[in-house]
């Protein structure tokens, strides 16, 4: 077990960063030693490329590679290790999905759903195949507490979008502006009961670094999410998929590795997931990001989102209780439905001068869209300021935040 109290002890950044205070892990996260530490054994030690050698350091290489899909199989209890598929990013898993899956699937006149929080990664692609291929694009709205609309409606909301002509249902389980934690085990079932044939793929970028996943108890079809996130390396995304379907997908990229055997007249592609992992991997940040997965484990999942939510809540109130009307945060007023992301106005001041005030005291927030204009949109601002927690993060960073942004008042008024 790892003890948060001292958890800042395992990132080396906090020694190279005095007084770091790191609020921005819903872009990124920080990484704790020992993902460092693997990285630089595969390079140091056996960085030779995958599946190609029959000499032991390859061997080596592609054993310690393939163990990270088995670790990832078990972390999100799927079926088997066929099942994931790495990729780039999360936005490399969606966007083959849309190309696939999308354009083996959609026909003129189907009907994709998505919705209105989504961030552009999982609302571009479906947007672009819809109108390249002539189907419906239909977005699920937002409630003013920023909870999906059917939430409160019932499921009947719902059954008004979801229809016979649905084949893809496609949303995020945490918003990465609002922190809403979508119910997506019950909003699969009820689109499912209403058309069987749904094809059900979530966004679990912001939650699967932050909350427990069983992707068998969850119902879907697909789930996407990646590594740097979670406090693994940059450069690894993740797809996991039914292995039936996967079998059906078009392959994505062709070329190396990923083909079976090549005449001058035909190719046939490997089976999963080797069809969809065409080119040398990003070798060394695959190996590493099993390290991130086990050290998140000792922790237990439960624990961090306890731990995001309590401060979560801390952070809500001590921000209301210092500025009042002056801050106006988003997403749901209940601790229950919302993870440790915060977004929020601050006076009429400009989101990247106080992100830019808060910079120069150490403090590292977002500011603008968030990769997610629709919902801005819909909020009625250009842009927002986002704080950010994870495990490394603690009230001492609340009260930095806190005292940061009566800075930026003092400055900006
Ligand atoms: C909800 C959500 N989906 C997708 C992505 C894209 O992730 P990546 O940049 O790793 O592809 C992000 C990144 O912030 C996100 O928050």
């Known amino acids: 077990m790892i ?24 872009a990124t996260s920080l990484k704790p030693k020992i993902v460092i530490d693997k990285i630089n054994e595969y390079y140091s030690e056996y960085s030779a490329n995958v599946f ?3 000499y032991p350091m390859s061997e080596k290489a592609t054993a310690e590679f393939e163990e990270t899909r088995g670790v990832v199989s078990k972390f999100i209890n799927a079926n088997n290790s066929r099942e994931i598929i790495f990729t780039r990013n999360a936005t490399e898993s969606l966007n083959l999905l849309a190309y696939s899956l999308g354009r083996k699937i959609i026909n003129p006149g189907d009907e994709i759903v998505t919705t209105i929080m989504e961030h552009h990664s999982n609302f571009v692609p479906w947007q672009v195949l819809a109108e390249e291929v002539g189907a419906t694009f239909k977005i699920i709205d937002i409630d003013e507490d920023g909870n999906l609309e059917f939430k409160i409606q019932n499921s009947e909301l719902l059954k008004q979008i979801i229809t016979k002509k649905t084949k893809i249902l496609t949303l995020t389980y945490v918003s990465n502006v609002l922190g809403t934690i979508n119910p997506i085990k019950e909003i699969i079932s009820t689109a499912k009961s209403i058309n069987p044939n749904i094809i059900a793929i979530i966004d679990a970028a912001q939650a699967v670094p932050h909350l427990k996943i069983d992707v068998q108890e969850l119902g879907a079809d697909f789930i996407v999410f990646s590594s740097h996130k979670m406090l693994g390396p940059t450069g690894v995304g993740v797809l996991w998929g039914k292995e039936k379907i996967l079998k059906d997908m078009y392959p994505f990229m062709y070329g190396g590795d990923m083909i079976d055997e090549v005449y001058v007249d035909r190719t046939t592609f490997k089976d999963v997931p080797h069809k969809f992992e065409a080119g040398t991997p990003a070798i060394g940040e695959v190996i590493a990001f099993k390290e991130s997965i086990k050290f998140l484990e000792k922790i237990g999942m439960n624990n961090i989102l306890e731990h995001e939510k309590k401060l979560t809540d801390f952070a809500i109130n001590r921000l209301i209780d210092t500025f009042g009307q002056s801050i106006k945060i988003y997403g749901p007023k209940k601790i229950e439905d919302r993870g440790g992301i915060i977004s929020f106005s ?24 968030h990769c997610a204009m629709p919902l801005h949109t819909r909020l009625k601002v250009q842009a927002t300021v986002r704080a950010s927690f994870y495990i490394y993060n603690d009230e001492k960073d609340v009260e930095k935040l806190v005292e940061g942004l009566k800075k930026v008042k003092n400055i900006l008024k």
Request: hydrophobic content about 35%.
């Open 52 to 54: 190609r050698g029959i």
């Open 3 to 26: 003890n948060l109290k001292d958890i800042k002890n395992q990132f080396p950044i906090f020694k190279h960063q005095p007084g770091l205070v790191y609020l921005d892990s819903t």
């Open 346 to 369: 601050f006076d009429k001041f400009h989101p990247h001068d106080i992100a830019q005030i808060l910079a120069d005291q150490g403090i590292c927030v977002r500011a603008g869209h």
